[in-house]
């Protein structure tokens, strides 16, 4: 399983914009084999699915909630997922994770439980 970093968060005002990184830990051949995806959890929330990319960045997929507003992107000779985060509302402040399988099914629909282990993540607060 390949051991994933974020970065990127901050605090913004609504209607802002950030973009978070995804990179692997260590630089490895396999990272382009797998899907990866975004999820947040916010204070006194489960987990929840925000995003994902195919391997080949081919195919993605998006919660309602953020469909419209954010782009999920990877540079695989950079080993790094993007998550760019615009028009941000309140709502979506959040720890944001990052993590990865080679099932896209597995990315989109798994429980979060399922996962193995899970990053430290990045905070993204947005002020009203």
């Known amino acids: 399983q390949v051991q994933l970093v974020e970065s990127g968060g901050g605090l913004v005002q609504a209607g802002a914009s950030l973009r978070l990184s995804c990179a692997a830990a260590?630089?490895?051949?396999?990272?382009?084999?797998?899907?990866v995806g975004w999820f947040r959890q916010a204070p006194g929330k489960e987990r929840e699915f925000v995003a994902a990319?195919?391997?080949?960045?081919?195919?993605?997929y998006y919660a309602d909630s953020v469909e419209g507003r954010f782009t999920i992107s990877r540079d695989n000779a950079k080993n790094t997922v993007y998550l760019q985060m615009n028009s941000l509302k309140p709502e979506d402040t959040a720890v944001y994770y990052c993590?990865?399988?080679?099932?896209?099914?597995?990315?989109?629909?798994?429980?979060?439980?399922?996962?193995?282990?899970w990053g430290q993540g990045t905070q993204v607060t947005v002020s009203s």
């Open positions: 260590e630089y490895t051949r396999t990272f382009s084999s797998y899907c």
């Open positions: 990319i195919s391997w080949s960045g081919g195919s993605t």
């Open positions: 993590n990865a399988d080679f099932d896209m099914t597995v990315v989109v629909t798994a429980p979060t439980a399922d996962f193995g282990s």
